[in-house]
């Protein structure tokens, strides 16, 4: 669920990487919550005539268009690649196959032209992990009359 609300913090920062958890991760639990939304239009009685989906889909997809968008061409940035190969999907059937490969290729190691490999940055899951130091203190000794 990390990933997915970074996306939304993210949603319009089109520069840096996303790793592929990133990616996959926000696509699983948009996926979820679009079924999630088509099941409350079924049962509140809000679908579209003839189809599938009605007002809380339509209102949740268009909330998440800008960080999909988003997340997507971060990701194409982690592969070394600009983010305006996403139109590449306007080819039928071959371009959504290559966007896919593309987006499920490995991260390039190290830096490259959109910045470093969010793979060398520390999970967030292990910096909550280490233990915080304090500072003792000492008591304070009353004076002696």
């Keep these: 669920m990390h990933y997915y609300l970074l996306a939304f913090k993210k949603y319009l920062d089109f520069s840096g990487r996303a790793r592929?958890?990133?990616?996959?991760?926000?696509?699983?639990?948009?996926?979820?919550?679009?079924?999630v939304t088509m099941f409350l239009d079924s049962r509140m009685g809000l679908k579209f005539s003839g189809q599938t989906f009605g007002v809380i889909y339509l209102i949740y997809a268009l909330a998440c268009l800008l960080p999909s968008i988003a997340v997507a061409v971060r990701r194409l940035h982690d592969i070394g690649k600009s983010g305006w190969m996403l139109f590449i999907s306007l080819i039928p059937i071959a371009g959504a196959i290559w966007l896919l490969v593309l987006l499920v290729r490995d991260s390039n190691p190290g830096d490259n032209k959109y910045g470093p490999n969010p793979k060398n940055v520390p999970a967030v899951a292990s910096i909550a992990q280490t233990p915080v130091q304090t500072p003792v203190s000492t008591p304070e000794i009353p004076p002696q009359a």
Excluded: D, G, P, S
């Design 20 to 35: 592929r958890a990133e990616y996959w991760y926000f696509y699983l639990f948009n996926l979820i919550f679009l079924f």
